[in-house]
């Protein structure tokens, strides 16, 4: 049986959020588990201490190895096999190229910014002593 795959996101990100969505009801891969990263400080932290900044990218956790922003989403996007949504689809196509991530990525975090920064809401890093949730 496979390991379970945690996979954590920014909720005050509407991308990130209506992303994570769309995995937890449609992405169907197995195993798999969806956590807001502004609702779980203390394993955000501790990612955040290990040099994993979710202001920089979402989280993955796989196997025990972890990737971080462009290669979390690229290997969910190749883990999608079947998707029973079309926009689900689309971006399964577009993000399992690895290249194509990562030349896109950069516009993701910057559209994750602009739309915390439209909703007042901060995108520092994340350390123990911050105040960013």
Not at 46 to 51: A, K, P, S
Request: glycine share 6%; charged share 20%; with cysteine.
């Amino acid at each position: 049986m496979p390991d379970k795959s945690l996979f954590i996101y920014d909720g005050d990100c509407p991308f990130c959020n209506h992303f994570a969505q769309l995995l937890e009801l449609k992405s169907s891969i197995p195993e798999f588990e969806i956590v807001d990263g502004r609702k779980n400080l203390p394993l955000l932290s501790q990612l955040y201490n290990q040099g994993y900044d979710l202001n920089k990218g979402a989280i993955l956790i796989s196997n025990e190895n972890i990737m971080h922003g462009a290669d979390a989403i690229n290997w969910i996007c190749s883990e999608i096999k079947e998707p029973s949504d079309s926009l689900l689809e689309v971006l399964r196509i577009i993000f399992k190229s690895n290249k194509r991530t990562h030349i896109l990525f950069p516009f993701l975090l910057w559209g994750r910014r602009l739309s915390l920064t439209l909703k007042g809401k901060i995108w520092q890093p994340v350390s123990e002593n911050s105040q960013f949730f």
